[in-house]
């Protein structure tokens, strides 16, 4: 008998809150060459698009995996180097490819070198993995020394990013073009790795991530699954790398060094490996420390070390985990009765930074600076650093600077610590009310 019951649909409501997100970061990247218009912004910009891509596809691995790899500069940079050889087979005729195109071709030779090398390296996980892919890593680096045909040698293969091969008129001379190229890459790139973090496989990665026995138990093939991520993220680690080709018309050695992948690792964690946008922030902050840093002082990679260390001390969730924890405080309306905790951890961890600063600065021109001048400038200011008196004078502000900022981080954990016992009160009682 035919049922008397009406059929219903309903439909979900859009998620406001994902278009306006997307929307802005779309944005974004339109706009952001028109507010920073100088060749070195451009510049800056351009690799900050092309980062965004690696850091991301590194970051499938290590915070939706929990694969740690100390290998990924293997597949940007055999992508980069694929690509700059599809470039010049292209100015050459041999290979009728515009140039929109190239990072596809990068893309699928790290995808192949993935599949290659991944699936002897997704055997094994935790530490296991990690060597493993340290070991390629220097494998490849050390080839890239040892077959000049293809890696160019110490002086790396260029090419000309300006040939024949035009689309719409473009010829990708002019930086803004260029950039324009690697904003539409990185949009979608980004929401390609952001699908696929949804996906039922992005899904089933993160619980072999969290717990890979009861992965197996339910049926899966726990490496079968790394072993697809580990593809994914070699395509889009490829898509990358071709844009180190395209930006810098010349690929060397480097670009597959252990430098290189560790500079993935460090900031990928300093942006946030537990969350999507984190790595984001950190491929931004890549680009910030290793071109303006490096401009303001020689000793900029101590500095690293010291931010790396201050991070994993005081907030190993990264600079993401940060902004999601005051936002979580601010949503219940706690984050008012933070400020003044936070303007004294602002102020004296200033101070404490700018003293550790001088220390370094002054400590690098006695053992590195071949000058053989005794004063060092440190903010408009000469220092001799031949007189003891500077010495104590540093000494004396970076102790006191410590011992404040440790009163004002003590007294800020008291504050915090009352923060979130008040937001666990209220999430319990609403909880009780539904």
């Known amino acids: 008998m035919p049922s008397n019951r009406t059929a219903s649909y309903h439909w979900k409501p859009y998620n406001v809150g994902r278009w306006v997100i997307w929307g802005g970061f779309a944005l974004v990247l339109i706009v952001a060459p028109r507010l920073f218009s100088s060749g070195l912004s451009l510049t800056l910009l351009s690799q900050m698009g092309y980062m965004i891509i690696i850091c991301l596809s590194y970051n499938l691995l290590l915070g939706q995996g929990g694969m740690l790899s100390f290998g990924h500069a293997v597949y940007t940079g055999l992508g980069a180097f694929f690509a700059v050889h599809a470039m010049n087979l292209a100015a050459k005729g041999s290979l009728p490819i515009p140039l929109p195109f190239i990072p596809l071709v990068g893309g699928l030779a790290g995808l192949g070198v993935a599949a290659i090398l991944g699936y002897p390296s997704t055997k ?26 293809f890696f160019g040698g110490e002086g790396g293969v260029s090419t000309n990013r300006v040939y024949d091969a035009r689309l719409f008129g473009w010829g990708f001379g002019p930086a803004l073009q260029v950039y324009y190229l690697i904003a539409f890459y990185c949009f979608v790139c980004t929401a390609a790795m952001y699908a696929f973090t949804r996906t039922p496989l992005g899904r089933m990665l993160n619980a072999v991530r969290d717990n890979p026995e009861r992965v ?26 071709a844009f180190v080709a395209i930006n810098f018309e010349i690929v060397t050695s480097e670009t597959v060094s252990a430098i290189r992948s560790g500079g993935y690792l460090l900031f990928t964690f300093l942006g946030g490996a537990t969350f999507f946008f984190g790595p984001i ?3 931004v902050l890549l680009v910030l420390s290793s071109v303006l840093l490096s401009e303001i002082t ?132 609403r909880e009780a009310l539904l």
């Open 216 to 241: 197996e138990f339910v049926g899966y093939d726990t490496q079968r699954i790394r072993y697809l991520a580990f593809m994914i993220s070699g395509f889009f680690a490829g898509i990358g790398g």
């Open 124 to 149: 094994k996980a935790g530490t296991p993995f990690a060597m493993i892919t340290l070991g390629v890593g220097e494998l490849v680096a050390a080839m890239s020394l040892m077959f000049p045909e």
């Open 298 to 429: 020689p000793a900029w990679q101590i500095y690293l070390g010291f931010i790396f260390l201050f991070m994993v001390m005081y907030a190993p969730g990264g600079v993401a985990s940060l902004i999601m924890m005051n936002l979580r405080v601010a949503a219940f309306g706690k984050l008012g009765r933070l400020w003044t905790a936070y303007l004294a951890l602002g102020g004296t961890g200033a101070v404490l930074l700018a003293a550790l600063a001088c220390v370094v600065e002054i400590i690098y021109h006695l053992q590195l600076d071949s000058s053989g001048e005794s004063g060092v400038r440190f903010f408009g200011t000469v220092l001799d650093v031949t007189r003891a008196d500077t010495w104590v004078g540093v000494g004396l502000v970076a102790l006191t600077a410590f011992g404040l900022f440790e009163l004002s981080r003590r007294r800020y954990l008291h504050e915090w610590g009352e923060a979130q016992a008040e937001i666990e009160k209220e999430i319990k009682r």
């Open 281 to 283: 922030v950190g491929a």
